[in-house]
């Protein structure tokens, strides 16, 4: 994959191919099937911006609308001009422990760069 030199930014670098992931057999959650899956009606996405690297054990995310029991799935990607300008650069980034509270979560964040990258956390909330 060619990238344009004027989009790189942060730790944005040609990348190196690879085998892509290969979907496997499964249930997946379409029409019906999806009511398996237990979602309150309540269910929604959002999506957080920040500025930062390193470790940060405890990071707060505030949301009214997070109970202590809700299920939070968050996942971390950089960013270059805008938050929908999403890429992989060579920076590794992970989420680790995510704990709900009412009114918010916590979740342990990993930037490992050498100076702060621009990161979006997109969130996912059944309530």
Do not use: C
């Not at 040609?14 to 237990?38: C, I, R, V």
């Not at 405890?58 to 270059?80: H, P, T, W, Y």
Request: glycine share 8%; net charge negative.
């Amino acid at each position: 994959m060619d990238m344009k030199v004027e989009h790189r930014t942060g730790s944005n670098l040609a990348l190196e191919e690879t085998d892509a992931p290969m979907e496997q057999e499964g249930k997946s959650a379409k029409g019906a099937a999806a009511q398996d899956l237990n979602l309150s009606a309540a269910a929604f996405t959002t999506y957080y911006t920040w500025t930062a690297n390193g470790v940060h054990p405890s990071v707060n995310f505030a949301n009214a609308n997070v109970k202590a029991n809700s299920r939070v799935l968050l996942n971390i990607s950089e960013f270059g001009a805008n938050a929908q300008d999403r890429f992989i650069g060579a920076a590794r980034m992970a989420v680790y422990n995510i704990a709900p509270y009412n009114g918010g979560f916590r979740a342990w964040v990993d930037i490992s760069w050498g100076s702060p990258l621009k990161v979006r956390f997109d969130v996912f909330v059944d309530p």
